[in-house]
């Protein structure tokens, strides 16, 4: 018989040898992320808030604005109604004035003449003529009573007394509540008074001499200033 030759011993596999420079790999580390997560998510919901207060804040200055605008508008277009509904009425007051109406007073007197609205009426509370006083008045439509503290348009009054005895009971307020002023009334001198006047609200008052006789022209009221400056561009007299 042949011998077997000897059993070869078992070949043990190759060891495996790692790449050099490689590491080994480590579990990775517990991070933060979460927590960014969380603090990414706050600020978001901070800044949709924050947007949405500002969102408000702006549309509600916005509406403020806008209302306001609206206002100044109406009022604007209310005013200027007005302005035109005045202006119109005052024009129409005007019209409704003309033609002027005549008054004279006695040829003795100097015959003091003047135009006056056709819508005011006139009384003559003396003539005259038997000596004295002239005395007029005169008032839009109706002439109200003559009695102390009543208002009138226009009094006319003409006086054989002196110009200064007048004229005094008139100087003793300036300085209080009337100022005086030197104007001319046709061709001669005469003197205005403003302010609280006797026997009126706020009134205006001319002054002046035509022959032996001192003339008087007095508004009780400011509303009816325009009309007394307009008569005074009319007065004529016979000197």
Do not use: C
């Amino acid at each position: 018989m042949f011998n077997q030759p000897p059993a070869m011993p078992p070949i043990s596999p190759a060891p495996t040898i790692a790449p050099s420079g490689a590491s080994k790999l480590e579990p990775k580390a517990p991070g933060n992320s979460g927590l960014l997560k969380t603090v990414i998510i706050i600020f978001l919901v901070l800044f949709l808030i924050g947007a949405l207060f500002l969102a408000y804040y702006f549309y509600n200055e916005y509406k403020l604005a806008s209302s306001d605008v609206d206002g100044q508008v109406a009022a604007a277009v209310l005013d200027r109604e007005k302005e035109i509904t005045d202006k119109l009425e005052a024009e129409f007051a005007a019209r409704e004035k003309t033609p002027y109406k005549t008054l004279t007073g006695p040829s003795d007197y100097g015959s003091v003449s003047f135009k006056f609205p056709k819508t005011w009426s006139v009384y003559v509370a003396r003539d005259a003529s038997n000596g004295g006083n002239y005395e007029a008045y005169l008032h839009p439509s109706e002439v109200p009573e003559v009695a102390t503290g009543t208002i009138f348009a226009l009094r006319l009054t003409i006086t054989s007394d002196t110009f200064e005895s007048v004229n005094s009971r008139y100087a003793y307020e300036v300085g209080k509540t009337v100022s005086s002023s030197a104007i001319t009334v046709g061709s001669v001198n005469a003197t205005r008074y403003d302010g609280k006047l006797p026997n009126s609200a706020q009134g205006s008052a001319v002054l002046f001499k035509v022959r032996d006789k001192t003339i008087v022209l007095q508004t009780d009221a400011e509303i009816y200033r325009d009309d007394f400056n307009q008569i005074l561009e009319t007065v004529t007299y016979n000197l």
